[in-house]
């Protein structure tokens, strides 16, 4: 289903002169002259679209830094006054808005704990009304898609028609590479909700690694996203906050030169030939996997009509084990990431068991609303 949004183009408010589209700054202002100086290396690099800085900083625990907070504005707009750079900041409140809004700030940002709670995200939607702002909404904390296209409709909403998502990852429980597990397929799933907005990545977050910034910059790069918000410090070492995923304006250089930009548009009709050659091939195999899942179902509501007569519970885990080893295991052979195939086969067996629980319960009252697999 595409989302209804009332957008402008990314071009209409950002200079896009420069490629790629790189928004940069340090996670925190924490001086004047530490701002000032990082904005000023950021200009001469000629590679920034934006200057960004967390003034208010939401922090997990009370006593830690907590942004240095409004005397940060006048700060950012020397920083702009000196390098001609456009500024953007984080807002969490109505207060925010307005305090940012007189200090000049040319970009908001709400981010991912505020995107969590409807309540604030209203509350900033409110606060913009009337104004032409450019705003940015990172994605939730939990891979919520839908708390992430809420918010994006509230602060469209409210006549914010300068819009753009951030992709900054989603927190998760088990051990990973990253800060935040990028989760590529919400990204994708937004594009596909809404192909005009604007999707800004945020390699930092994701990654809580510089050394990664790079790499989970060019991914999004290669999934047409339109640009990246990276953290970017004058000295990372002695940072106040995020230390370890922060780089100075001459590493930034050089991970934006290592990037590679590629177009969404086809020009060349030998390699449209080719591709569309390709694509059919996908298209019929497609086909064939649909055809074979539909089969499957009907086996499956066999079975369920078997276990009916015998009294067999839907559910046998020993099964389902027996399954997942056997089917990861030849995945694996022919080349399919474990996680891959772990994912395909959740989504077959908990159809399998809808269906032959639809047979289980058939002629029984079924409550009003539609089972539904998390």
Known sequence: MKLNLNIQPLSSWLNLSKEPLVI????????EDQLVATAHLLAKTGKITA????IWKPRTRPGEFEGIGSIGLEWLKRAKEETGLPTAVEVATAKHVEEALNAGVDILWVGARSTANPFTVQEIADALRGHDVPVMVKNPVNPDLSLWIGALERINNAGITKLAAIHRGFSSHGASTFRNEPMWDLAISLKTHAPDLPIINDPSHITGNRDLIGYVAQKAFDLDMQGV????????SV???????????AALVDIIENITLRKP?????????????LRSKIDKIDDLVIQKVAERMTIAEQIGKYKKDNNITILQVNRWEEIL???????????????????????????SIRRQGEVLNEGQEQPAEKLTHV
């Open 229 to 236: 918000m990276i953290e970017s410090h004058i000295d990372p």
């Open 24 to 31: 940069a700054g340090p996670c925190s202002a924490e001086t």
């Open 265 to 277: 548009e086809v020009k060349s009709p030998a390699i449209s030939d080719k591709l569309a050659e």
């Open 325 to 351: 080893k056997k089917t990861t295991d030849y995945g694996k052979a022919l080349k399919l990431s474990a996680e891959f195939t772990e994912k395909l086969l959740e989504l077959i067996h908990s159809e």
């Open 239 to 249: 940072a106040w906050t995020d230390a370890k995923q922060q780089v100075t304006p």
């Open 51 to 54: 200057l960004r800085a967390g």
